[in-house]
């Protein structure tokens, strides 16, 4: 289960939810994930059967069974009553998976935050984790995959930013994230074909080279680029990125700095793409 900060989903969101009861009009779902009036296990919302599909539904269970989870988007929410209308038809294939995916990070989130409570020496509850880390870093990002990843990636710097953390906690909490989080990344890797029949041709192919490394200016594990020496005249180049598209423009970047500077140094190049 997702923990949320409030009771209720906002109107527009997209959530996840649990089919919990199909009848001939109506889906009942359990929002697991907002705590709903007090009278309520769950929060609980209704997607009446015009926004089930964009075509005619025959039988609803041909679409939904019990205890599925499917990702909706709020239409309607009525607080005071605990009334939560849904829609299925409103969500796409790029909605759908966006939410699934968040919802993995969000699990592993509060996982982190679990594994903090547990921790030897640490003396704090899951709600005082929550006050204390997780929902001062959570309101500093968007989705829960950017939380998890800049906990990874800048962790000590983001936490020494939070006030009335002691340090033992502090401590832990680094720990935990590091031996838990592992960030998956894209590479592109090639053959890098450099010739320069100058005189000092070996001089201005080093130079070409260190005009390539500098494309990335700061690079991390998560993105950088490499070059390996193989053997006269081909190195091997390789660029790491969480984003394929952001891989795809560092490999284009790259390839217009070679071509501008071993124009320039009155060589040539060719890159072969594995």
């Known amino acids: 289960m997702v923990k949320n900060r409030l009771p209720f989903p906002r109107e527009g969101a997209f959530i996840m939810g649990r089919v919990?009861?199909?009848?001939?009009?109506?889906?009942?779902?359990?929002?697991?994930?907002?705590?709903?009036?007090?009278?309520?296990?769950y929060a609980r919302g209704m997607i009446h059967i015009s926004e089930i599909s964009s075509r005619?539904?025959?039988?609803?269970?041909?679409?939904?069974?019990?205890n599925q989870r499917i990702v909706l988007r709020v239409v309607k929410v009525v607080p005071d009553k605990g009334q939560i209308d849904l829609s299925l038809r409103r969500v796409n294939s790029a909605q759908k998976a966006l939410i699934v995916k968040e919802h993995k990070y969000a699990n592993k989130y509060e996982n982190l935050l679990q594994f903090l409570t547990e921790a030897e020496d640490i003396n704090i509850s899951m709600k005082e984790a929550y006050?204390?880390?997780?929902?001062?870093?959570?309101?500093q990002f968007d989705f829960y995959?950017?939380?998890?990843?800049?906990?990874?990636?800048?962790?000590?710097?983001?936490l020494d930013d939070l006030e009335n953390i002691p340090e033992d906690v502090k401590q832990a909490f680094l720990k935990i994230v590091d031996e838990n989080v592992e960030i998956s990344t894209v590479n592109i890797i090639g053959k890098l074909k450099l010739i320069n029949t100058s005189g000092d041709g070996i001089e201005k192919i080093k130079d070409t080279l260190n005009e390539v490394i500098n494309v990335i200016e700061t690079p991390t594990d998560t993105r950088k680029l490499t070059l390996s020496y193989i053997g006269a005249p081909f190195y091997r180049l390789e660029i790491v990125s969480k984003d394929?598209?952001?891989?795809?423009?560092?490999?284009?970047?790259?390839l217009e700095v070679l071509e501008k500077v071993t124009l320039q140094n009155?060589?040539?190049?060719?890159?072969?793409?594995?």
């Open 20 to 41: 919990v009861d199909i009848q001939h009009q109506y889906i009942y779902v359990d929002l697991t994930d907002f705590d709903g009036l007090p009278s309520e296990e």
């Open 56 to 66: 005619w539904v025959k039988n609803i269970r041909s679409i939904v069974r019990i």
């Open 131 to 139: 006050e204390l880390i997780g929902w001062p870093i959570k309101e």
């Open 145 to 158: 995959q950017e939380a998890v990843e800049a906990l990874k990636e800048e962790g000590k710097e983001i």
């Open 244 to 254: 394929y598209l952001d891989a795809e423009n560092i490999l284009s970047n790259t």
């Open 266 to 274: 009155n060589g040539n190049f060719e890159f072969i793409r594995d």
